[in-house]
């Protein structure tokens, strides 16, 4: 071969300095005398490096596959961006085509494995997973970078050479070291020198590994989070504890492992959005479930016909009874239900209660007939069977026969009904044709009976379509019938449902509706038809929903007439009404539960729940108990809330915002009752003994215009009041006259100076004093100086603010001096360090820029985008930037660097504050749905608590408010949430199953 090796490589800054010092050690590499011996070969003596730039789309050069043919081995350079390099990836192909995949090496310079080696290098020759033979020469520095080289390109030559690594590196380091003896030429050196030599290879081998548990860490944290998005919280909190250092253990601290097992156990969660709380898991796919009255346990079978009974308080299964068999065959359950007094399991041939032990408490067998059908009543404590040419009614408490109905003139069809007191069944039947030989039905004919279940009186009900979809029985004390053609919800195309109102006793029908039903197909749709009388600000309303393909219906109760129809994007499974007012909660198949408004229409996509693909089934209540198509998990959902939250607040009306004083010995809140006239309240709280210390009353204004202007003093700057001191010791207010009707107020860094605008008029105000510092106009420029927004300086003499043509200005109020700033730019907002030297600006041309003030010099260029929403600030040093645009990713920018050192893994709301805290190496991030604590030495996430919005560090408080409630966490240690998943779980591990279905070693 003419070359030893082709070094591949994107023409990016770095992998090129990589690949040019791999060229030269490869090149330069000493081989000790004995290897030179062993191999046959003095050395690598040439390796190839192309240094031209190929065009996308071209093909590869004659010489280039001309060396690629000619070179024993490929040294590919790997970062996240080699990938998208059509030239590497063509010289690897070529590679492999000439050669095969034995003699392919890898250098890491960026980025981690799983993201920066190609995907050709991650297999062989014949398809097998492997993993190459990789130097990593990662590094924060070209000076850390090029040291890696040099130890690195050792690896590389040994394989280069066919020669033993550990023996080259072995033999290396010795012909350093007796090169370093003849210069000391002592004896006793040799041993430091190999001290040294093994704490170097000890330490190197530490860190090595050290950053390989961090990288599982890392992993098994992401993991917990994966797997507790379906459910399973106990298995979340195991796999998140193994990502934490242990008892005696040598894993290092990751502080994303830390937010995923307090994110597992629920920690810093109020109770006010549902969340998944626990999986109830079964042999096979569930195929129906029931639940008891207060939601705390489930009956459920799978489609092996299994009974199972869980206890949702805990998640566990209480018991769970096999197949049954009858004459050889499966018997297929039927019907389940919970009552106060057993669990009962209807199957073809069997009608069993059971205990909550899942002891028998009563069994009847149907040997004559076998059930079709079942049906319970609400509570569970009935239930009808439907035998075709019979139906009965059993009291599912005991076991015990209530009525038959064997009507000769009927055959009995699938649904039924309970009313709501029990008294009265209805079910769908078909009339049998006369004069045949055997009990056939007349196609034709499709009626609802009604009997009374005491008496057997009956009532039938003429329905115009073959097929009935759904039953109610109305709050008026009428029946609601929704049927229609079963070769209908075969067919693609609309369709019609017809909705009848019945007086049930007497078999009149009040009145008659078609709705729509839509569908591609066969219908996957569930139809129902409820019904609810609410009070309104109008009085009482009596609603009929109806749920038909992807629309749901609201009828008058009593006329039948459509109020309004409500398009779904997704076939309707299921829907609950709330009784109380007009909302309901609207279940579709692609998982997503609904908070509609009955009247208008209105999707509250606030209060919205994402359950999972595939929703097939949900019972609302204390818990959200969901089963998804083909799956074998029954999903829990609670309103789960830490038991640690203390409720620090309870107000009659809702709370608006919050702020904490300069050194955190109080903080305020503010409320407003309904009304546009009802005035703000402010609220003044002690921190340290949560008992409200001042209150004070204004009209006209919003909670922006409230701000502390030093511990024990509030100003208030608003339009329609003049500027105002509230005494938080003594209640007092004082205000500086004549400073009302003020557009627009600016407060210094150091709290001191209120600055008012008003278009280009500006009069600024000592606080303490309470009078007039500086006053005057901007600019007499007709075109120029019209005030947007801006920001005054520490003392408050000088100001900086920008138009709403993206001009920005300087205004020194001492020396009354005006000028424009940085003309050749569009500034749509600035920001500045505290001590004004540097200023940031969000220019219309989507860059961020920083320049120094005194030079106005551009020092770095960030691309950025704005919006109307934004955050971009200094910290508190001036090193780093803070940035969140219009895409609501927050980031982090080191401005020595060049370099993001912080990107949020997901989008979040905008940040109302960013808050460090040097002394902890922590920073806080806060917005209006939760306060997050990340770990600055690591930029991983330690903590987000739920609405948070007040961090006392010396305490480790957060103070946090949703609705009409504040309340605190003390911020939980990593010791603190360990021993919460110990009490929880005590000392539970995942299952060999449960590793290899969570791919964990």
Same mark, same amino acid.
């Given at each position: 071969?003419?070359?030893?090796?082709?070094?591949?490589?994107?023409?990016?800054?770095?992998?090129?300095?990589?690949?040019?010092?791999?060229?030269?050690?490869?090149?330069?590499?000493?081989?000790?005398?004995?290897?030179?011996?062993?191999?046959?070969?003095?050395?690598?003596?040439?390796?190839?490096?192309?240094?031209?730039?190929?065009?996308?789309?071209?093909?590869?050069?004659?010489?280039?596959?001309?060396?690629?043919?000619?070179?024993?081995?490929?040294?590919?350079?790997?970062?996240?961006?080699?990938?998208?390099?059509?030239?590497? &990836? *063509?010289?690897?192909?070529?590679?492999?085509?000439?050669?095969?995949?034995?003699?392919?090496?890898?250098?890491?310079?960026?980025?981690?494995?799983?993201?920066?080696?190609?995907?050709?290098?991650?297999?062989?020759?014949?398809?097998?997973?492997?993993?190459?033979?990789?130097?990593?020469?990662?590094?924060?520095?070209?000076?850390?970078?090029?040291?890696?080289?040099?130890?690195?390109?050792?690896?590389?030559?040994? %394989?280069?050479?066919?020669?033993?690594?550990?023996?080259?590196?072995?033999?290396?380091?010795?012909?350093?070291?007796?090169?370093?003896?003849?210069?000391?030429?002592?004896?006793?050196?040799?041993?430091?020198?190999?001290?040294?030599?093994?704490?170097?290879?000890?330490?190197?081998?530490?860190?090595?590994?050290?950053?390989?548990?961090?990288?599982?860490?890392?992993?098994?944290?992401?993991?917990?989070?994966?797997?507790?998005?379906?459910?399973?919280?106990?298995?979340?909190?195991?796999?998140? !504890?193994?990502?934490? /250092?242990?008892?005696?253990?040598?894993?290092?601290?990751?502080?994303?492992?830390?937010?995923? !097992?307090?994110?597992?156990?629920?920690?810093?969660?109020?109770?006010?959005? &549902?969340?998944?709380?626990?999986?109830?898991?079964?042999?096979?796919?569930?195929?129906?479930?029931?639940?008891?009255?207060?939601?705390?346990?489930?009956?459920?079978?799978?489609?092996?016909?299994?009974?199972?009974?869980?206890?949702?308080?805990?998640?566990?299964?209480?018991?769970?009874?096999?197949?049954?068999?009858?004459?050889?065959?499966?018997?297929?359950?039927?019907?389940?239900?919970?009552?106060?007094?057993?669990?009962?399991?209807?199957?073809?041939?069997?009608?069993?209660?059971?205990?909550?032990?899942?002891?028998?408490?009563?069994?009847?067998?149907?040997?004559?007939?076998?059930?079709?059908?079942?049906?319970? %009543?609400?509570?569970?404590?009935?239930?009808?069977?439907?035998?075709?040419?019979?139906?009965?009614?059993?009291?599912?408490?005991?076991?015990?026969?209530?009525?038959?109905?064997?009507?000769?003139?009927?055959?009995?069809?699938?649904?039924?009904?309970?009313? /709501?007191?029990?008294?009265?069944?209805?079910?769908?039947?078909?009339?049998?044709?006369?004069?045949?030989?055997?009990?056939?039905?007349?196609? $034709?004919?499709?009626?609802?009976?009604?009997?009374?279940?005491?008496?057997?009186?009956?009532?039938?009900?003429?329905?115009? &379509?073959?097929?009935?979809?759904?039953?109610?029985?109305?709050?008026?004390?009428?029946?609601?019938?929704?049927?229609?053609?079963?070769?209908?919800?075969?067919?693609?195309?609309?369709?019609?449902?017809?909705?009848?109102?019945?007086?049930?006793?007497?078999?009149?029908?009040?009145?008659?509706?078609?709705?729509?039903?839509?569908?591609?197909?066969?219908?996957?749709?569930?139809?129902?038809?409820?019904?609810?009388?609410?009070?309104?600000?109008?009085?009482?309303?009596?609603?009929?929903?109806?749920?038909?393909?992807?629309?749901?219906?609201?009828?008058?109760?009593?006329?039948?007439?459509?109020?309004?129809?409500?398009?779904?994007?997704?076939?309707?499974?299921?829907?609950?009404?709330? /009784?109380?007012?007009?909302?309901?909660?609207?279940?579709?198949?692609?998982?997503?539960?609904?908070?509609?408004?009955?009247?208008?229409?209105?999707?509250?996509?606030?209060?919205?729940?994402?359950?999972?693909? @595939?929703?097939?089934?949900?019972?609302?209540?204390?818990?959200?108990?969901? %089963?998804?198509?083909?799956?074998?998990?029954?999903?829990?959902?609670?309103?789960?809330?830490?038991?640690?939250?203390?409720?620090?607040?309870?107000?009659?009306?809702?709370?608006?915002?919050?702020?904490?004083?300069?050194?955190?010995?109080?903080?305020?809140?503010?409320?407003?009752?309904?009304?546009?006239?009802?005035?703000?309240?402010?609220?003044?709280? $002690?921190?340290?003994?949560?008992?409200?210390?001042? =209150?004070?009353?204004?009209?006209?204004?919003? %909670?922006?215009?409230?701000?502390?202007?030093?511990? @024990?003093?509030?100003?208030?700057?608003?339009?329609?009041?003049?500027?105002?001191?509230?005494?938080?010791?003594?209640?007092?207010?004082?205000?500086?006259?004549?400073?009302?009707?003020?557009?627009?107020?600016?407060?210094?860094?150091?709290?001191?100076?209120?600055?008012?605008?008003?278009?280009?008029?500006?009069?600024?105000?000592?606080?303490?004093?309470?009078?007039?510092?500086?006053?005057?106009?901007?600019?007499?420029?007709?075109?120029?100086?019209?005030?947007?927004?801006?920001?005054?300086?520490?003392?408050?003499?000088?100001?900086?603010?920008?138009?709403?043509?993206?001009?920005?200005?300087?205004?020194?109020?001492?020396?009354?001096?005006?000028?424009?700033?940085?003309?050749?730019?569009?500034?749509?907002?600035?920001?500045?360090?505290?001590?004004?030297?540097?200023?940031?600006?969000?220019?219309?041309?989507?860059?961020?820029?920083?320049?120094?003030?005194?030079?106005?010099?551009?020092?770095?260029?960030?691309?950025?985008?704005?919006?109307?929403?934004?955050?971009?600030?200094?910290?508190?040093?001036?090193?780093?930037?803070?940035?969140?645009?219009?895409?609501?990713?927050?980031?982090?920018?080191?401005?020595?660097?060049?370099?993001?050192?912080?990107?949020?893994?997901?989008?979040? =709301?905008?940040?109302?504050?960013?808050?460090?805290?040097?002394?902890?190496?922590?920073?806080?991030?806060?917005?209006?749905?939760?306060?997050?604590?990340?770990?600055?030495?690591?930029?991983?996430?330690?903590?987000?608590?739920?609405?948070?919005?007040?961090?006392?560090?010396?305490?480790?408080?957060?103070?946090? &408010? @949703?609705? *009409?409630?504040?309340?605190?966490?003390?911020?939980?240690?990593?010791?603190?949430?360990?021993?919460?998943?110990?009490?929880?779980?005590?000392?539970?591990?995942?299952?060999?199953?449960?590793?290899?279905?969570?791919?964990?070693?």
């Amino acid at each position: 071969m003419k070359y030893d090796a082709f070094i591949s490589y994107r023409h990016l800054e770095k992998d090129m300095f990589v690949a040019k010092g791999i060229h030269k050690a490869l090149e330069t590499t000493k081989i000790p005398l004995r290897i030179r011996k062993e191999i046959g070969r003095k050395g690598i003596e040439r390796v190839f490096r192309d240094q031209e730039e190929l065009p996308i789309g071209a093909s590869l050069s004659d010489n280039i596959e001309s060396a690629l043919e000619q070179s024993e081995f490929l040294v590919v350079i790997c970062s996240p961006q080699t990938k998208e390099s059509e030239w590497v &990836m *063509k010289e690897i192909d070529t590679f492999i085509a000439m050669h095969g995949k034995q003699n392919i090496l890898a250098v890491l310079v960026d980025g981690e494995p799983e993201d920066s080696f190609p995907r050709q290098l991650l297999t062989d020759d014949y398809g097998n997973p492997r993993e190459p033979l990789a130097a990593d020469v990662r590094g924060d520095s070209k000076k850390e970078i090029k040291k890696k080289i040099k130890s690195e390109s050792l690896r590389l030559a040994a %394989s280069i050479l066919y020669c033993d690594y550990d023996n080259l590196r072995q033999r290396h380091r010795e012909r350093i070291m007796r090169r370093y003896l003849a210069v000391t030429a002592g004896v006793a050196a040799l041993g430091v020198l190999f001290g040294v030599y093994n704490a170097y290879n000890l330490a190197r081998i530490n860190e090595n590994y050290q950053q390989k548990l961090t990288n599982e860490s890392k992993i098994l944290a992401a993991t917990s989070k994966q797997v507790l998005e379906t459910g399973d919280r106990k298995a979340a909190t195991l796999i998140a !504890l193994e990502a934490l /250092p242990g008892e005696g253990g040598d894993r290092p601290f990751v502080p994303d492992a830390m937010d995923a !097992l307090a994110d597992a156990l629920g920690s810093y969660s109020v109770g006010s959005t &549902m969340k998944k709380d626990k999986i109830l898991s079964h042999d096979i796919s569930v195929s129906d479930f029931a639940v008891n009255s207060d939601n705390t346990r489930v009956v459920s079978s799978d489609q092996l016909d299994e009974v199972y009974y869980w206890n949702v308080d805990t998640g566990d299964l209480l018991f769970k009874k096999n197949s049954i068999y009858y004459e050889g065959q499966r018997d297929k359950v039927s019907g389940l239900a919970i009552n106060s007094d057993a669990v009962c399991a209807v199957t073809e041939h069997f009608m069993t209660g059971y205990d909550e032990a899942g002891n028998v408490l009563y069994e009847n067998r149907f040997t004559d007939d076998y059930v079709l059908f079942a049906k319970y %009543s609400k509570g569970g404590n009935y239930v009808a069977l439907n035998f075709r040419e019979s139906a009965a009614v059993y009291d599912a408490r005991t076991g015990e026969l209530v009525r038959t109905f064997a009507d000769e003139d009927l055959l009995y069809c699938s649904d039924m009904i309970f009313s /709501p007191d029990d008294r009265y069944v209805g079910i769908q039947a078909d009339y049998a044709l006369p004069d045949t030989s055997f009990k056939m039905a007349d196609e $034709d004919t499709t009626n609802v009976i009604v009997y009374e279940i005491a008496t057997g009186k009956r009532v039938d009900l003429n329905l115009p &379509m073959d097929t009935v979809l759904d039953m109610f029985f109305a709050p008026d004390d009428t029946l609601l019938v929704c049927s229609t053609e079963l070769d209908s919800l075969l067919a693609s195309g609309d369709h019609t449902n017809v909705v009848q109102k019945f007086d049930y006793k007497t078999g009149k029908e009040l009145w008659s509706t078609d709705v729509t039903r839509s569908h591609i197909g066969p219908d996957n749709s569930y139809t129902y038809v409820k019904s609810r009388i609410i009070d309104t600000t109008e009085g009482k309303k009596g609603e009929v929903l109806v749920s038909s393909g992807r629309n749901m219906y609201n009828l008058d109760l009593y006329t039948g007439e459509i109020n309004i129809t409500i398009p779904m994007e997704n076939d309707i499974i299921g829907f609950y009404l709330n /009784p109380d007012g007009e909302v309901f909660n609207v279940g579709t198949s692609d998982g997503h539960i609904s908070v509609m408004d009955g009247s208008s229409g209105y999707n509250y996509a606030d209060y919205g729940i994402e359950v999972g693909e @595939n929703l097939t089934e949900y019972k609302t209540g204390p818990y959200l108990i969901t %089963s998804m198509h083909q799956s074998p998990d029954i999903v829990v959902m609670s309103y789960m809330e830490d038991d640690t939250k203390e409720v620090v607040i309870d107000s009659p009306t809702t709370i608006y915002a919050m702020a904490t004083s300069p050194e955190e010995t109080n903080f305020f809140y503010t409320t407003k009752k309904s009304g546009s006239d009802s005035p703000y309240e402010i609220h003044v709280v $002690d921190a340290a003994t949560d008992k409200e210390i001042a =209150d004070f009353s204004f009209s006209g204004i919003t %909670s922006d215009d409230i701000k502390y202007h030093d511990e @024990n003093t509030l100003v208030v700057m608003s339009y329609d009041t003049d500027l105002t001191l509230c005494h938080i010791d003594t209640g007092d207010i004082e205000t500086i006259p004549d400073t009302a009707e003020i557009m627009d107020w600016v407060l210094s860094g150091d709290r001191n100076v209120a600055l008012s605008v008003d278009g280009k008029e500006y009069k600024a105000y000592d606080i303490s004093e309470k009078k007039l510092l500086y006053e005057g106009r901007f600019s007499d420029d007709f075109e120029r100086g019209y005030w947007n927004d801006g920001v005054l300086n520490e003392k408050g003499d000088t100001v900086y603010y920008w138009d709403f043509y993206g001009r920005l200005y300087k205004c020194d109020f001492v020396k009354k001096e005006f000028t424009q700033l940085f003309e050749d730019y569009t500034v749509l907002s600035a920001s500045f360090t505290e001590d004004f030297s540097k200023v940031v600006l969000e220019c219309g041309d989507g860059f961020a820029r920083v320049a120094d003030t005194a030079t106005l010099e551009i020092s770095d260029e960030i691309s950025f985008f704005g919006g109307t929403k934004k955050n971009l600030e200094f910290s508190e040093d001036g090193s780093k930037l803070y940035l969140q645009g219009s895409d609501y990713y927050f980031r982090i920018y080191d401005l020595e660097t060049d370099e993001y050192v912080y990107i949020s893994d997901d989008q979040l =709301d905008m940040a109302f504050y960013t808050k460090e805290i040097p002394e902890k190496n922590q920073f806080i991030f806060c917005n209006e749905k939760e306060l997050i604590i990340i770990d600055t030495d690591t930029y991983g996430i330690l903590s987000r608590i739920e609405y948070g919005g007040l961090y006392f560090t010396k305490e480790d408080i957060v103070i946090g &408010m @949703n609705g *009409k409630t504040i309340y605190k966490f003390h911020v939980k240690s990593l010791e603190d949430l360990i021993k919460d998943a110990k009490e929880k779980y005590g000392d539970a591990k995942l299952t060999p199953e449960q590793r290899l279905k969570y791919k964990l070693s």
